[in-house]
Nanobody
Framework: QVQLVESGGGLVQAGGSLRLSCTAS????????VGWFRQAPGKDREFVAR????????YYAGSLKARFTISKDNAENTVHLQMNSLKPEDTAVYYC?????????????????????WGQGTQVTVSS
């Protein structure tokens, strides 16, 4: 069993930055990938970024790649999401999730239902 705990959310002004963290426990992550998703009120959960734990390979939602960076800290079993130049439309609950790193097609890597383990989410609010 894998437990994921997000942290780092909060209130920030437009143009500011936040770094979210997702700390994993319960098992080693070498065979997994960790993704970040977000969900704004009244909207579907949306893919943000993904990192394969073993290879370090990353993938981003195209519209966010210029402003967001996903990384991992092996020693801390933690994945970070650095978010820069934040906009009010980035306001959402941000979730991290884990899946076995067995496929790399677009559907598997970006669809929430293909992820097995989820954190509880952390709120990010960007004021204008």
């Amino acid at each position: 069993q894998v437990q994921l705990v997000e942290s780092g959310g909060g209130l920030v002004q437009a143009g500011g930055s936040l770094r979210l963290s997702c700390t994993a426990s319960g098992r080693t992550f070498s065979s997994y990938a960790v993704g970040w998703f977000r969900q704004a009120p009244g909207k579907d959960r949306e893919f943000v970024a993904r990192i394969a734990w073993g290879s370090g390979s990353t993938y981003y939602a195209g519209s966010l790649k210029a402003r967001f960076t996903i990384s991992k800290d092996n020693a801390e079993n933690t994945v970070h999401l650095q978010m820069n130049s934040l906009k009010p439309e980035d306001t959402a609950v941000y979730y991290c999730a884990a899946q076995l790193d067995t496929l790399t097609n677009l559907y598997y890597t970006t669809t929430p239902s293909t992820y097995t383990y989820w954190g509880q989410g952390t709120q990010v609010t960007v004021s204008s």
